[in-house]
């Protein structure tokens, strides 16, 4: 090893100038990371394979300023250098350093970092007068020489640079290793890779642009983080999230302040930043610090009617106090991500500088600030939408500046949208790529999977003796659990089974696989397609525990006492089991009924042997019903809450036509498979908590907060009844109680308003809260996980990772695997949370978006569909909040408008616009006027007429507007109660095809948009059912409180 001295300057914060001279050793062996190295290198994890054409190795500027290209998948054979690594940390800043970093860490990017200046022949020591730029380019250059050495010459080596002078300097100086600037790079090597070619020019520009700006101040400049810190901790300043107010972006924010932070001081409530200059260039989301404005200039909030607004979730809607109110002095933490913005039409654009437009770009996002982005397709792409980052926000520039990144398409196309909607919700579901398509079990014709001897020696094998089967809902692919239920000991005992796809079994932690079912933590459903988290061989095929075929499982398996069904004894363990009936809700009912049915795996069989095997069958249905109502019971006892009126649900007949639409009693056979499953995720996290009391993954449901309760508790009032909310077992009875049987209406609307009040059922490591804490409100129980959805859930595949763990200790066994620590689940569970909400929020938009394609095609004044019957469920200062049970759609209804103008009823109820004014009570809202005064009470009914208000910018919404103040009956006499919902999903099916068909048409025309199409189109599987579920779960509950959507399976019940 050779010491060496080394002179770095760095920048202090304040922008000071500091020089530093540090020792430096090099050494001779520094690893290459390369499968050609012929010097034994020691090469530890990943790898840049052999077969390729070249390695690239990118200069400093290139990895500072375009990191986002090297980003691309398809560029293979990077080598970052120490020294551009280095340079990003110190110019860039944290944020873009961690993302270098993480893209190191990521087996799926073909990269490795090269510690060049620790090797001693590739160090090369800065000269006296050599500018910084040049010096790191001679290092980059140095270190590009010697991989081609080190590889012994068998790998050519491209350098890419900014800097036109090096590719002069070096280009011809060895030979094998060439020196090239990124756009001939591009062009020379990814021709086919229109997208990075793109997001080339416009970071070119952008930077071009950041050159020529202004000097004049728009804003006050940021306090330096010292500062910002000192300020913080004497209490002067607060630190917290701007939270943009998306009915106001423009003027509202508040700062979400860490309660923990401020618990000693009066200002644990929020703070408001009123209008642009006071938030200071803060952006939505960024984690910012105020400090506070006098007393005198304190302002409220707002509190009437605006758009949208019917899915806030607030505590009682006072009348607006002046609040804390303060002012952006500094931002800790950017937090900015991707944005979708469309492009002005072509009048708007300012015409500027040379042979590029700067244009401002409004984000789909009401809450994100327009974007200045530098383009020369600005009339090119005018009504597109288009992806773009935030580059920097300087305090002379009014507006953030920014860069393209990826066109969309056309505004207000399906495709267009619904990729709106998932880059949003910062969801990401390439398709899967092929190193981890290979990873994969191989099941073809050719090459049918077969079960592993070793694998049957090692499991429990349950195919002899354990009668398996499935209930799940019609035409379900992706089969995860199954139950079985039998006698032993001469009746004595009941044996109930619940066997769950060994997923991980095929998934090992750590591979490609995994790590890909990790980021995406959970199968996403659309209105009209649904991205899977594991690759269709796994989800729709050998982990699909399918009838008549051998599948691996995991199993647990309880003895009950057959009298008092006291468990004795549980089992848990990998089995081998072959289901024999893969049954469906409607038909395991109708079994239970005795009805006449036919079940399709006993059609071959003969009478007397289908008779016995139908009896055989019946009697483990009877069984199984028996067990769930006593474990129903128990939980009821408990306090176990039934919040959504399951009376609604769906039903089809034979071929599959929804007749549901006239509420009807569930099915039980649901509720007993559902309950089963519930009993299987307690009993696993049981047994995982108390094998590794600080490491478990579980999932809590914590306890409402009262103030949120106080709408539906004054709402009930006003009908005569009362809601009691101390505990669970209270609310859930008084729910039970409140029922006006004259309109099933009511308590409907109090199970959404006791819903929208609960807080959300979220996923923790055991070692990150009390025991106390892992309560779960909902489902009344002490211990809860998910274990029984591992094909659609990566929580789920955690939770049997564990279980596995904790057999094998139970058997002596140490662990293959070191399991996460209570730090790492804890991460891992904040991201899983992430994703559901994501889930959650993109499936709510796109069931919106559906809405509004339905009526968009529709005449609101002539067309009957367009009007309908609503239920007021809130009152507010200048309208109401009503519920359309035909639509499941929820909104605002205004009784004011913007002229002074209110609702009047006239005769026959019917509603006219008259000058007046409006007053709001607590239970009703009137309107006055010279013709007199018209009252609106809570859980009144009345006809609106749907509409859709279009946005050029925004997702377009609908609009309800009353007509008359008498319910709309016509409709419902003439055909069934639910008509116009039917016809919405066969429309919105219909509409889903056509558009899936337009592209691929348009696939086969051009190649350019059919790469991307390809990516968003993973699986469409527009079935009538799931979308038909979908659509009334989020017409029952607000997205918020409801803890895991799903479209096809028992969650649609259980969904804590
Ligand atoms: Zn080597």
Redesign the pocket.
């Given at each position: 090893m050779i010491k060496t001295e080394r002179i770095l300057h760095l920048k202090s914060c304040r922008g000071r100038k500091v020089r530093v001279v540090r020792e430096h050793y090099v050494r001779e062996r520094v690893?290459?990371?390369?499968a050609?190295?012929?010097?034994?290198?020691d090469?530890d994890g990943k790898v840049l394979p052999g077969d390729l054409t070249h390695y690239v190795v990118p200069d400093v500027g290139v990895v500072v300023d375009y990191l986002e290209i090297l980003e691309f998948r398809e560029l293979q054979g990077i080598v970052f250098t120490q020294t551009a690594c280095q340079a990003v940390q110190h110019s860039k800043g944290r944020r873009q350093y961690n993302r270098l970093r993480n893209l190191l860490k990521d087996p799926r990017h073909d990269c490795v970092l090269f510690a060049n200046e620790f090797q001693e022949y590739s160090y090369c020591p800065r000269e006296k007068g050599e500018s910084q730029e040049k010096w790191q380019t001679r290092c980059v250059y140095s270190a590009a020489v010697w991989y081609h050495n080190?590889?012994a010459g068998m790998m050519d080596i491209v350098m890419i640079t900014e800097d036109q002078d090096a590719v002069a300097q070096f280009s011809s100086l060895s030979s094998g290793v060439y020196v090239v600037s990124v756009q001939d790079y591009l062009s020379n090597f990814w021709m086919e890779l229109h997208a990075a070619h793109e997001l080339y020019n416009s970071i070119s520009q952008a930077l071009e642009e950041k050159e020529s700006e202004g000097t004049e101040k728009e804003y006050t400049e940021h306090l330096p983080s010292e500062i910002l810190e000192a300020g913080i901790k004497s209490g002067r300043y607060i630190q917290g999230v701007l939270n943009v107010n998306k009915h106001r972006a423009q003027q509202e924010a508040l700062i979400t302040t860490q309660a923990s932070s401020n618990k000693n001081t009066d200002l644990s409530r929020d703070v408001l930043v009123y209008g642009g200059k006071n938030r200071n260039r803060a952006v939505h989301g960024d984690v910012v610090v105020v400090e506070l404005l006098p007393k005198s200039e304190w302002r409220g909030k707002v509190t009437s009617l605006t758009e949208r607004q019917g899915d806030e979730k607030t505590g009682e809607d006072e009348k607006s106090k002046p609040m804390p109110t303060g002012y952006v002095v500094g931002i800790l933490q950017r937090n900015w991500r991707d944005y979708v913005v469309t492009f002005p039409p072509r009048e708007a654009t300012q015409s500027q500088s040379r042979n590029s437009q700067r244009i401002l770009a409004i984000p789909w996002d009401p809450r994100i600030p327009k974007i200045r982005i530098s383009t020369q397709q600005a009339d090119a792409l005018q009504d597109h939408r288009v992806v773009v980052r935030i580059d920097s926000w300087e305090s002379t520039s009014l507006y953030p500046n920014g860069h393209s990144v990826r066109v969309l398409g056309r505004a207000g196309e399906l495709e267009t949208e619904i990729q709106t909607i998932l880059i949003e919700n910062f969801i990401h579901v390439p398709p899967f790529s092929e190193a981890q398509l290979k990873e994969m079990p191989v099941n073809s014709p050719e090459k049918p999977w077969k079960v592993h001897p070793s694998q049957v020696a090692s499991r429990r094998d349950l195919r002899g003796t354990h009668l398996v089967f499935s209930i799940d809902p019609r035409g379900c692919e992706d089969v995860d659990d199954t139950l079985s239920v039998r006698t032993l000991d001469g009746g004595k005992l009941l044996e109930l089974g619940v066997h769950i796809a060994d997923v991980t079994h095929f998934v090992p932690e750590g591979s490609l696989t995994d790590l890909e079912a990790r980021s995406r933590a959970t199968t996403y459903y659309l209105a009209d397609r649904r991205y899977d988290m594991l690759p269709a061989v796994l989800s729709a095929d050998l982990c699909s525990l399918l009838g008549g075929v051998d599948r691996y499982a995991m199993s647990v398996l309880w003895e009950l006492d057959a009298h008092t069904l006291e468990v004795t004894k549980v089992w848990y363990g990998r089995t081998l089991i072959r289901s024999s009936y893969q049954l469906h809700y409607e038909l395991a009912q109708a079994l239970l009924n005795r009805e006449d049915t036919e079940v399709p795996e006993l059609a071959p069989l003969s009478p007397e042997e289908k008779d016995a095997k139908l009896a055989e069958l019946t009697q483990a249905l009877e069984m199984l019903t028996h067990v769930a109502r006593h474990l129903r019971a128990q939980r009821d006892r408990g306090g176990a809450l039934e919040l959504e009126g399951v009376e609604v649900r769906a039903q089809l007949d034979a071929e599959k036509n929804i007749t549901a639409l006239v509420p009807r009693q569930p099915l039980e056979v649901h509720e007993t498979v559902a309950e089963c499953m519930i009993y299987a995720n307690h009993w696993v996290a049981r047994k995982i908590q108390k094998t590794f009391p600080h490491q478990a993954l579980l999932r809590h449901h914590p306890p409402p907060r009262q103030e949120f309760f106080s709408q539906l508790v004054d709402s009930a009032k006003a009908r005569g009844f009362t809601i009691n909310t101390s505990s669970n077992k209270a609310l859930a009875d008084s729910l039970d109680r409140a029922v006006d049987p004259e309109d099933p209406l009511v308590n409907r609307m109090l199970r959404m308003m006791a819903t929208q009040a609960m807080s959300q059922a979220l996923y923790f490591s055991t070692g990150a809260q009390s025991q106390e804490q892992y309560y779960h409100y909902g489902l009344a129980l002490d211990h809860y996980t998910h274990f029984t959805s591992p094909i659609r859930r990566y929580a789920d595949m955690i939770v049997h990772r564990l279980l596995t763990a904790a057999v094998d200790l139970d058997k002596g066994l140490s662990p293959a695997v070191a399991l996460a620590t209570n730090k790492e689940l804890e991460e891992t569970t904040q991201h899983i949370n992430n994703k559901n909400r994501a889930a959650q929020r993109a499936q709510k938009l796109s069931i919106e978006l559906f809405q509004c394609l339905y009526f968009k095609e529709r005449d609101p004044q002539t067309d009957p569909s367009c009007v309908a019957d609503a239920a007021i469920y809130a009152i507010r200062d200048n309208g109401v909040l009503v519920f359309v049970p035909q639509y499941g759609v929820k909104g605002p209804v205004y009784l004011k408008n913007r002229d002074g103008e209110v609702v009047t009823v006239g005769q026959d109820g019917r509603c006219e616009w008259k000058t007046g004014s409006v007053k709001r009570y607590s239970e009703h809202i009137s309107t006055t006027c010279s013709s007199g005064t018209s009252t609106f009470t809570l859980f009144d009914h009345i006809t609106v007429r749907i509409s859709v208000q279009p946005s050029r910018c925004h997702a377009d919404s609908l609009n309800l507007e009353i007509i008359s103040n008498k319910p709309h009956k016509s409709a419902e006499s003439q055909q069934p109660h639910s008509q116009g919902r039917s016809q919405l999903v066969q429309e919105v099916v219909r509409q889903a095809e056509e558009a899936s068909q337009q592209a691929q048409e348009r696939a086969s025309r051009g190649p350019r948009l059919s790469k991307e199409e390809r990516e968003f189109c993973q699986s469409k599987t527009p079935n009538l059912y799931s979308l038909l579920e979908e659509i009334r779960e989020l017409a029952l509950m607000d997205v918020g409180a409801a803890a895991n959507v799903c479209a096809s399976k028992t969650e649609i019940i259980v969904r804590f």
């Open positions: 690893p290459c990371f390369s050609l190295c012929q010097a034994d290198c090469n080190h590889l």
